[in-house]
């Protein structure tokens, strides 16, 4: 995996919209392999939390694809908190990106769809897994 690359597309996402106060780019096994987190933010997440977060947004995601055959095939996944906003948004098969934002976020579907997703559609042959 060219870690350079993930590196860069993480600072892409978190400086594509203020909203964004961190970014993690997650393996299948939920092995955060890249994170970025704007300066001055506060994720309220330890860094094993952050992994907690990763472990289960996989888990869900996983359970979920069993219902695609019926429901279509999940686009982003969010999840609004107290303090916070979450996303999960697969990348391929083998990754996954995911955002934390400031609680008072509210356009996050135009965010997504407008921003986020053609920035992955654009670099989704670079996402590529080491042979398991």
């Given at each position: ?9 993480s600072?892409r ?5 203020e ?13 955060l392999?890249?994170?970025?987190q704007?300066?001055?933010?506060n ?5 094993e939390e952050?992994e907690?977060?990763?472990?289960s947004s ?5 359970k979920?694809t069993?219902?695609?055959?019926k429901?279509?095939k999940?686009k982003?996944?969010f999840?609004?908190y ?8 697969p990348i391929n098969?083998?990754?996954y990106?995911?955002?934390?934002f400031?609680?008072a976020?509210r356009?996050?579907d135009d965010?997504?769809?407008a921003?986020?997703?053609?920035m992955i559609?654009?670099?989704k042959?670079r ?5 398991d």
């Amino acid at each position: 995996m060219d870690y350079e690359f993930l590196y860069s597309f993480s600072k892409r996402v978190l400086s594509s919209d203020e909203s964004i106060s961190w970014v993690g780019i997650t393996n299948k096994y939920s092995v955060l392999l890249a994170t970025e987190q704007r300066p001055g933010s506060n994720t309220f997440l330890t860094d094993e939390e952050n992994e907690e977060f990763s472990s289960s947004s996989i888990t869900r995601h996983r359970k979920i694809t069993m219902l695609e055959p019926k429901i279509g095939k999940v686009k982003y996944a969010f999840g609004r908190y107290k303090n916070l906003c979450r996303a999960t948004i697969p990348i391929n098969e083998d990754f996954y990106l995911l955002l934390m934002f400031d609680s008072a976020t509210r356009y996050f579907d135009d965010l997504f769809t407008a921003k986020i997703i053609p920035m992955i559609e654009n670099e989704k042959l670079r996402f590529v897994a080491p042979s398991d």
